[in-house]
């Protein structure tokens, strides 16, 4: 791959990204030689690991490589059989500790997880737990060997521990006795590898011992008494012994070591591969990335991609086809609108592509695999181009137009720009013509005219622009293929306030031609605006209808399953029923044989005979269905306010708080509920006949009385009052009820603290016309609610 273009589309900067992801000194260095291939295969494999990173990374976590340090030279030394020190066994050991995570990372936690190609990798992963269990089991850190490392050594440092707390003691015992007065210090100190104290020079001749140092002004000298000369040598001797033993433990765990330099090799190979593969996903994730979909065609469709190194908030997506029904793709505009970016994008992307890296773009975006990708972009963007910049363009552009073939990839960055502008016109639209002809994929921006109609003109050349809007002289990024850009020179100098005389004699020099173009643009632009709008809004319904018929589809299986389960629940419910009928008939049958044989009392068949009836009574009570439609229809005139009234489908009473309307809803307090029920579901509940005569019969303050009765609701409400205030308003309540010959009152209470409805149950105990009460059943109000018999 040319290295050149590897600068100029910034690939590089790709690769430092990639390096910052890995965790170990390999990983980082297989990241940095990271280069495009141009194999298929190989493309596609480094595609799907790099898939297969992303999708283990967001379901696990990234894995940490910060174990997997550089062991080849150490396993070089064990080959020679030499003995390796502790730091270079505890790298080893970190090795195969890291190997061991990755080995339980790479598990399957459950049978639905799906097999990838990273599996052969953490499979081959041999974390040789015994090699590393020991090795930590001995060294501890770095500098410092456990006791438990070896017999022989625990019974040294056991040595050395008491022979340390002699020497101690004998010296504490000197500092503080009868040495005091001729010491400079109170203390104990160590010169070289020996314990001595601090004597004044004057009384060297007071204590006997071996001088091992003296101050810089000669006043103190560093004695080593000779009661711990002894000592001293004893635990210098120990002192070597340890370090003896240390090394015969650092050489077994070498040796055994050694017998699994392979294994060890192949570990930190894999370590480092996937640390690189993980990199990748890593990668992927953050850049929001997506494998792109490679072939062999030459085809090229980005489909809103995102420059990976602008910010991520700000860039605005681009989608981009190539290679398909035109190999040559020419980019118009004004400067600053984004022709550049875009250019560098399917290049970047070309090369990311074919690295093995996901691309930020959509799902489903198409590359080509390119042998070659060649770039000519400069990094001025003034108009105010010389002559050198022009021969350094043509320079590259012929360095590369001898290699290029119907494999390779030609960017260009304002072609032909820096010299006469009909000149430079011409001379692009002769290399783009014969890359064209040549069928190579071609990508150019431009602000020529010339190459606009040479686009328009020639087939299998496309045009495309960059939007720019004119009201607020920004350009809006969006690359519109099929629409060649217009300069809007003059609506920019009228915007930035350049007089409108100077622009309309500016107009004048433009030719018939020129405007006529101009004004073509504009209206492809706008028209590519509104069907760009409309294909979204379609898209948007699309979708919207897809939702709405997914959620139908499951509304329908849902009550489908509904259905069954009902169907099935009455099937088995309507079997018990028959069995429990079948065994009764038998049991009747065998009974009415028994009765017939037996001497039997008519008062016991009479019993029996009840027994039965009870059992039948409780059966059809039990598969009771209410009428869902009224005996007697009524119309919406027989309904008045407070008539009392029989929801059917609810099998409550209530009374009519609101007259029908029109479409025939009435509304109906039934206790707490309140509720609109059409008046077919309604039934009125007549009155007894036997109350009606007694009504008829009652005058003057009676017949007041009687009347005041008849409005009397099934059901009282007594919510939030105290117990008195409720005795009082339930004995007024229960004397109307009597009077009104009802069955049965509602006595609302709430369930609260429960005081409330023990007050009204002592009360209810002491009144002669309540027959019995009860708790109110489920669907009746539960124990928020008393129901009441009257006599």
């Known amino acids: 791959m040319n290295k050149k273009t590897l600068t100029k589309l910034e690939y590089n900067k790709i690769i430092d990204l990639l390096s910052e992801k890995a965790s170990s000194f390999g990983g980082k260095e297989r990241c940095r030689h990271l280069k495009p291939m141009t194999s298929l295969a190989e493309i596609q494999s480094a595609q799907e690991q790099t898939d297969a990173a992303f999708t283990r990374i967001v379901k696990k976590g990234r894995p940490s490589f910060s174990g997997c340090n550089p062991v080849t030279d150490s396993l070089k030394r064990l080959e020679v059989g030499a003995a390796l020190g502790s730091g270079e066994l505890l790298r080893i050991c970190k090795l195969l500790e890291t190997a061991g995570r990755l080995k339980a990372y790479g598990r399957k ?102 001088i091992h140092d003296q101050s810089a002004t000669g006043s103190t000298l560093f004695i080593e008494p000779m009661a711990v000369v002894k000592l001293n040598n004893d635990l210098k001797e120990l002192y070597a012994k340890e370090q003896e033993e240390i090394q015969i433990i650092l050489a077994r765990l070498s040796a055994d070591t050694a017998e699994y330099i392979d294994s060890i090799r192949t570990d ?57 029904t035109f190999n040559l793709l020419i980019v118009t505009g004004p400067n600053t609108g984004g022709k550049t970016v875009s250019l560098k994008t399917v290049g970047l992307f070309t090369l990311m592509g074919q690295a093995g890296l996901h691309i930020p773009a959509l799902d489903r975006s198409e590359l080509a695999v390119f042998q070659n990708v060649y770039a000519d972009i400069g990094d001025e963007q003034s108009i105010e181009q010389s002559l050198s910049t022009f021969s350094s363009h043509m320079t590259n552009i012929v360095s590369f137009l001898k290699y290029v073939n119907e494999q390779s990839l030609v960017l260009f960055d304002e072609l032909g720009a820096g010299t006469d502008p009909t000149e430079g016109a011409a001379l692009a639209i002769a290399i783009l ?102 294909q979204e809004e379609i898209s948007a319904y699309k979708r919207e209808l897809a939702r709405l018929e997914e959620e139908t589809r499951k509304k329908r299986e849902k009550l489908e399953e509904q259905k069954e389960k009902i169907l099935r629940d009455a099937n088995e419910k309507a079997f018990a029923i028959l069995a429990e009928a079948k065994e009764t008939a038998d049991e009747t049958m065998r009974n009415f044989h028994k ?50 009234v029989k929801v059917l489908s609810m099998n409550l009473t209530g009374s009519v708080t609101s007259l029908p309307d029109a479409k025939g809803n009435v509304t109906v307090q039934m206790g707490i509920l309140r509720s609109q029920v059409h008046i077919s579901d309604l039934e009125i509940i007549e009155e007894k006949p036997s109350y009606s005569a007694a009504k008829t019969r009652q005058t003057g303050k009676g017949k007041v009385k009687m009347s005041k009765s008849l409005s009397v609701s099934p059901e009282i409400n007594l919510l939030g009052k105290t117990v008195d205030e409720a005795i009082a308003e339930l004995d007024k309540y229960l004397d109307d009820a009597y009077l009104a010959h009802l069955s049965s009152v509602r006595i609302v209470h709430g369930k609260g603290t429960g005081a409330l409805r023990s007050g009204i149950h002592q009360y209810l105990r002491r009144q002669k016309h309540v027959k019995t009460f009860r708790l109110g059943a489920f669907g009746e109000g539960d124990s928020g609610v008393t129901i009441a018999e009257i006599k």
Do not use: W
Request: aromatic letters at 6%; glycine letters at 6%; proline letters at 4%.
């Open 595 to 644: 009765f017939g044989k037996a001497n039997i009392s008519a008062a016991e068949m009479e019993k029996e005979r009840e027994r039965l009836r009870k059992k039948m009574e409780a059966t059809r009570s039990g598969i009771k269905i209410e009428s869902s439609k009224p005996q007697k229809q009524h119309k919406a005139s027989d309904f008045k306010l407070g008539e009392s």
């Open 433 to 534: 013509n014969h890359l064209h002809q040549r069928g190579i994929r071609t990508m150019a921006t431009t602000h020529y005219s010339e190459l606009k109609v040479f686009a328009l003109s020639t087939p299998g050349v496309e045009n495309a622009c960059c939007e720019f809007d004119v009201e607020t002289l920004r350009p809006t990024y969006h690359l519109l293929i099929g629409i060649p850009g217009k300069s809007n020179a003059f609506a920019i100098a009228g915007k930035l306030g350049l007089p409108d005389y100077i622009i309309e004699e500016a107009r004048t020099h433009l030719t018939e031609q020129d405007e006529s173009f101009e004004d073509l643009l504009t209206d492809l632009e706008a028209s590519k605006r509104t069907i760009q709008k409309e």
């Open 268 to 324: 930190y190979q894999i370590l480092t591969e996937l640390d690189f593969i993980f990199s990748k996903g890593s990668l992927a994730l953050d850049m929001n990335a997506s494998m792109p979909v490679f072939n062999t065609e030459g085809r090229i469709h980005i489909r809103e991609g995102r420059h990976p190194l602008l910010d991520p908030k700000k860039v605005v997506p681009v989608t981009v086809t190539l290679g398909d």
């Open 109 to 210: 936690e459950t049978v639905d997880d799906k097999e990838d190609c990273l599996d052969v990798y953490f499979q081959q992963l041999e974390p040789l737990t015994l090699i590393s269990t020991e090795i930590r089991r001995c060294i501890l850190e770095e500098d410092e060997i456990s006791d438990d490392a070896s017999s022989t050594l625990r019974q040294i440092r056991r040595s050395m521990s008491q022979i340390n707390d002699k020497v101690h003691s004998t010296l504490a015992s000197m500092v503080n006795g009868s040495l005091r007065t001729y010491l400079q210090d109170p203390i104990i100190t160590m010169r070289g590898d020996r314990y001595c104290i601090p004597v004044k020079s004057e009384y060297r001749s007071q204590v006997s011992g071996l």
